[in-house]
């Protein structure tokens, strides 16, 4: 049996949406009708090293399913979607921040869906309504990416949370994601408001720790990647990141804020479009079957449906319980007004966008 083919394309260009193009989301799609045509184009924020192990299990079951995947931060898969809205490109959206989701939602961009199995995904984490407009696959959490190697030629002591960040000791030795280009930078920003007394101090604390800031990064990942490069003592991350790198050899100390971490859920949606396909919703099935939530389990600790899967080395002992508190929904109704109050304050130490 033929493997189902499929193709990794990172669309940088989508840094370079124009205000015009995502002014146009305020328009949905037409009316949708069914379609057997065997390519699919899926746009997704999974790692890449995490989607080709992903999808074999879908090539085997599925060879005439041409899969084309598109990946890039969850920022700007948010703007894509939000510029292409009178002309959809992807069917499916897969692995992408139920936050940012929430805002396709509420500009009429997607498909209600009930994929198979669905009723066995935890409520937590997907969409209550009935069918869902997005089922999550996932939790990512914050986590800060420690050079243990460089700490110590500096002299640094390795932090044990967010407000140990803001010691000035730290001065010039932290990256951490650009929230307006990647998930990861959102929802640790998105967490320090939602957790602080008012949202007032927690602003005065994000201008503690942009004091403190280096540079702000285009991706989840990049943070970690420096700081294991040895770039950067400390990088604000993610789990998956911060875990992987340290098994992997490198002088990476993993570091789960003792206040709790901001998490998002890794979700997938259907696109409304005026044709949608049958390998989308076959697809869809697929992405939350025992299958493949089995291979999540080996590279997250929370996983939307239980498996047998261990929990991964390296990871938290209680992962449920790291999580701070999180309302999705106020995250994804306040996004813009947070980017553009964030964009404002720090942009200025933000890498140059490729």
């Known amino acids: 049996m033929a493997a189902a083919s499929f193709a990794v394309v990172l669309f940088v260009a989508a840094c370079a949406v ?110 209550d309504a009935n069918p869902p407009t997005w089922v999550g696959i996932d939790v990512w959490m914050s986590a800060f990416c420690v050079n243990t190697v460089e700490s110590e030629k500096l002299g640094l002591p390795i932090p044990k949370g967010w407000a140990d960040l803001v010691n000035p000791v730290y001065k010039g030795h932290i990256v951490m994601s650009n929230p307006a280009s990647s998930g990861t930078g959102f929802l640790s920003v998105s967490s320090i408001l939602q957790n602080s007394p008012t949202e007032a101090e927690g602003w005065a604390y994000l201008d503690q720790l942009h004091a403190n800031i280096a540079q702000y990064m285009h991706s989840g990942s990049r943070p970690c990647k420096a700081a294991g490069a040895g770039e950067f003592p400390i990088g604000i991350s993610f789990d998956y990141r911060a875990v992987s790198q340290k098994n992997e050899g490198e002088p990476i100390q993993p570091v789960f804020p003792v206040e709790g971490s901001g998490w998002d859920v890794e979700a997938n949606a259907l696109i409304k479009k005026a044709e949608i396909k049958d390998a989308a919703k076959t697809f869809l099935d697929w992405a939350i079957s025992p299958d493949v939530m089995a291979k999540y389990a080996e590279s997250f600790s929370i996983t939307s449906v239980k498996t047998d899967v261990p929990l991964p080395e390296g990871f938290i002992a209680d992962p449920e319980a790291q999580l701070a508190e999180n309302d999705l929904r106020w995250a994804a109704a306040n996004r813009d007004r947070i980017l553009e109050e964030w964009t404002k304050r720090y942009d200025a130490k933000s890498e140059p966008k490729t």
């Open 18 to 127: 124009s205000q015009e193009d995502l002014q146009q989301a305020d328009s949905g799609a037409a009316g949708s009708t069914s379609s057997n045509d065997s390519s699919i184009t899926v746009y997704t924020a999974l790692e890449d090293d995490q989607i080709s192990g992903y999808l074999e299990s879908f090539q085997t079951q599925n060879p005439d399913i041409t899969v084309n995947i598109v990946r890039d931060s969850t920022g700007i898969i948010t703007a894509k979607l939000l510029a292409e809205a009178n002309n959809p490109q992807a069917d499916v959206v897969w692995g992408t921040a139920a936050s940012s989701l929430l805002v396709a939602e509420e500009k009429g961009l997607l498909e209600p869906y009930a994929p198979a199995g669905v009723e066995a995904v935890n409520p937590r984490f997907r969409d």
